[in-house]
Every structure is written in structure tokens, then in C-alpha cells.
């Protein structure tokens, strides 16, 4: 994007506290009961939107998130940071935006967009 002339950047849209959601627990992903941070944000290229992110941290294999705001940094790039990842697992989608996604991306709903799922490790954790 420099390169490009393009600036980039970040934009926090909620960030929460909480318990691992059912539909990760019941798939395996996180145990019952684990804390997590949720991160929404958006990355913009010259100021429109381009990438919707929502992430969930595992408290239990990295505390330091807790304490981490997520409004300067991007989760992602904080997590390099802090705990680079030893292995990942990638899924990637062809979808329709639905109507919160639309409005994050400022697009039209049903527009086609990519999907991508991502789990990270580091060691086993």
C-alpha cells in the first residue's frame, strides 16, 4: 500500500470480555468456561474499509491480552508482538454479506466477499 501511495489504517469497533462462546465450545475449539477477549475492528486502505476482523483470544494463553485495549494496535499485529504463532489452520469461504457485515464494510448486502477462519497456535496452546 506504501508503496502505492495507499495509507492504511486501524479502526476498533468493540472489544469484550468474556466467556468462550457456545458455538467454540461445543466444536472443540476453546473449553467451557475459558475467558477470551472478542476483538471487532476494521482495516481501511485511504480510509475505506477493506477487512472486517473478529477475533477471539484465549486468556488462558495469553493473560497480557487481557489488559490490552486493542484501540491503537490491531489484534492481530498485537499477538505477533507478544506471542508469535507456531502453527495455523486456514479455512477459506465464498460469501454473501449479511447485513452487520455489509454495514462494517460499508458494501451492499449479499455482496460477495471471502471468508477467511483462522486458528492459531502457539506451541499447544
Given at each position: 500500500?506504501?508503496?502505492?501511495?495507499?495509507?492504511?489504517?486501524?479502526?476498533?469497533i468493540?472489544?469484550?470480555?468474556?466467556?468462550?462462546?457456545?458455538?467454540?465450545?461445543?466444536?472443540?475449539?476453546?473449553?467451557?468456561g475459558?475467558?477470551?477477549?472478542?476483538?471487532?475492528?476494521?482495516?481501511?486502505?485511504?480510509?475505506?474499509?477493506?477487512?472486517?476482523?473478529?477475533?477471539?483470544?484465549?486468556?488462558?494463553?495469553?493473560?497480557?491480552?487481557?489488559?490490552?485495549?486493542?484501540?491503537?494496535?490491531?489484534?492481530?499485529?498485537?499477538?505477533?508482538?507478544h506471542?508469535?504463532?507456531?502453527?495455523?489452520?486456514?479455512?477459506?469461504?465464498?460469501?454473501?454479506?449479511?447485513?452487520?457485515?455489509?454495514?462494517?464494510?460499508?458494501?451492499?448486502?449479499?455482496?460477495?466477499?471471502?471468508r477467511?477462519?483462522?486458528?492459531?497456535?502457539?506451541?499447544?496452546?
Amino acid at each position: 500500500m506504501a508503496a502505492e501511495g495507499k495509507t492504511y489504517s486501524y479502526e476498533l469497533i468493540a472489544r469484550t470480555a468474556m466467556r468462550a462462546p457456545g458455538k467454540f465450545t461445543s466444536a472443540g475449539i476453546f473449553q467451557r468456561g475459558l475467558n477470551v477477549v472478542h476483538v471487532k475492528c476494521r482495516h481501511l486502505v485511504d480510509g475505506a474499509p477493506v477487512l472486517f476482523e473478529e477475533r477471539y483470544i484465549n486468556l488462558g494463553a495469553v493473560a497480557s491480552a487481557a489488559d490490552e485495549a486493542f484501540s491503537d494496535i490491531s489484534p492481530g499485529s498485537w499477538l505477533l508482538e507478544h506471542v508469535p504463532w507456531t502453527e495455523a489452520e486456514h479455512a477459506i469461504y465464498a460469501v454473501n454479506a449479511d447485513p452487520a457485515l455489509a454495514g462494517h464494510l460499508n458494501i451492499a448486502v449479499n455482496a460477495a466477499c471471502l471468508r477467511i477462519e483462522r486458528r492459531t497456535w502457539a506451541d499447544d496452546e
